[in-house]
């Protein structure tokens, strides 16, 4: 452990080789009119494997114009539509070009990544020139994040990827082997900066596109809880090693599970080392957030069997004391809650197993299950709001709902 928690004190390098390849994206199949860059060409476009994977994708010409309008029919006014993408694996994470707000990214497992340009009403699907076609398949692509034009993604098997110009060319940028952990979170900062933070709960930053990275703790979790486990945190002496369900609010503070969901985490800019703080509850965590995304205003926690609480006050991360939270109503029938995320200081939606949602007008007072959605098969994992008039909501088997409201 004395070599991790060494190599956690320094900065480390990563030197550019011949991994360092811009990645093109291009259509899997048509164009679709689209201008992609100019370094694409024909020899990109090939593999029959490639089609028997993506059928959806294998229309003939008279079909194009389907194709083109993957689009939830309106005719009747609803906050939700189930938006139809031409891939039907896990959705992990979705984000736009801050820049151009109307450009986004969507990706997910098997190699999926999708992209939109207008506003997420249609999603394209793109593939890399560069990465070999049936290594693409195995990735799972889990984050993603853009400040201006600057993105970030990171995935499994481990890979990083950076694009400075929206998505139009990407440079995948090594990561250590003696990295502790996987990464499991980017959150993009600004031109060629990053924070990425890892499962063993090493935290990093980059301020030049990934070539160095200076740690923000001192040690992993790990070393932390065998120097506190005498501090009597229920379920830190069943400690994996592992974290999951990290969430980083507006001003770089973190909340962290446990992955056994025993105990959470936290951390805040200036301190050296995670607090472990114990759960006030017999359940295991199911998932946690910032209220808003501000630790100012409190936040959320979820646990299994779909109970759901929140903090009154600000918690105060300095302190090792518990934090009080306060349950809330919602009645989901036993399935668990796996994301809760507010649209503005009243109203908030929770994201359910068995492809369940719920609202609340009154500040999580109350809570509605909203049935206008339909039958959804799969689970609803994650909701993102990035105004007030654009939210989505991704889940398992291709499922992507826009907000319309």
């Not at 860059?37 to 490639?50: G, T």
């Not at 990171?154 to 990464?183: A, C, F, M, N, Q």
Request: hydrophobic share 35%; aromatic share 12%.
């Amino acid at each position: 452990m004395s070599n991790i928690i060494g190599f956690l004190n320094a900065k480390f390098s990563c030197k550019y080789s011949n991994l360092n390849k811009k990645y093109i994206t291009r259509p899997k199949k048509h164009n679709l009119n689209l201008k992609m860059n100019s370094e694409i060409s024909s020899k990109h476009v090939k593999s029959n494997s490639r089609r028997k994977i993506f059928q959806v994708l294998s229309f003939g010409s008279a079909s194009i114009p389907s194709f083109l309008s993957f689009k939830a029919n309106a005719s009747v006014k609803k906050k939700w539509e189930q938006i139809e993408i031409p891939v039907d694996n896990v959705l992990f994470d979705l984000d736009f070009v801050k820049d151009s707000p109307m450009h986004g990214w969507l990706v997910g497992s098997k190699g999926t990544f999708l992209e939109t340009i207008d506003g997420g009403k249609n999603w394209i699907p793109r593939t890399f020139a560069n990465l070999d076609q049936d290594e693409e398949l195995t990735y799972r692509f889990e984050n993603i994040s853009f400040s201006g034009n600057d993105g970030w993604v990171i995935g499994k098997p481990v890979i990083l990827l950076h694009t400075k110009d929206g998505g139009k060319t990407w440079l995948r940028v090594p990561v250590s082997p003696k990295l502790p952990g996987e990464p499991i979170l980017i959150t993009a900062l600004g031109p060629d900066s990053a924070e990425m933070t890892t499962s063993a709960g090493a935290i990093y930053i980059t301020n030049n596109g990934g070539r160095n990275w200076k740690a923000m703790v001192k040690e992993t979790i790990d070393s932390t809880l065998n120097r506190t486990i005498s501090s009597g945190v229920s379920g830190a002496s069943y400690f994996t090693g592992n974290i999951i369900g990290v969430i980083r609010d507006k001003n770089g503070k973190y909340l962290a599970i446990s992955s056994r969901g025993n105990f959470f985490l936290t951390w805040q800019p200036g301190q050296e080392f995670w607090i472990p703080r114990a759960r006030e509850t017999s359940r295991r965590i199911q998932s946690m957030g910032f209220i808003e995304n501000d630790l100012e205003k409190g936040i959320w926690m979820s646990t299994r069997g779909g109970g759901l609480s929140f903090t009154n006050t600000k918690p105060d991360f300095d302190s090792i004391n518990n934090f009080e939270f306060f349950p809330s109503d919602i009645k989901t029938g036993g399935y668990g809650i796996l994301d809760v995320t507010f649209r503005n200081q009243n109203e908030l939606w929770a994201a359910c197993g068995g492809g369940i949602l719920y609202s609340s007008f009154d500040g999580h007072k109350t809570w509605k299950r909203e049935d206008e959605i339909g039958k959804i098969i799969g689970s609803l994992y994650k909701i993102k709001f990035f105004d007030s008039n654009s939210g989505f909501v991704l889940g398992s088997n291709g499922v992507l709902l826009r907000y319309t409201d």
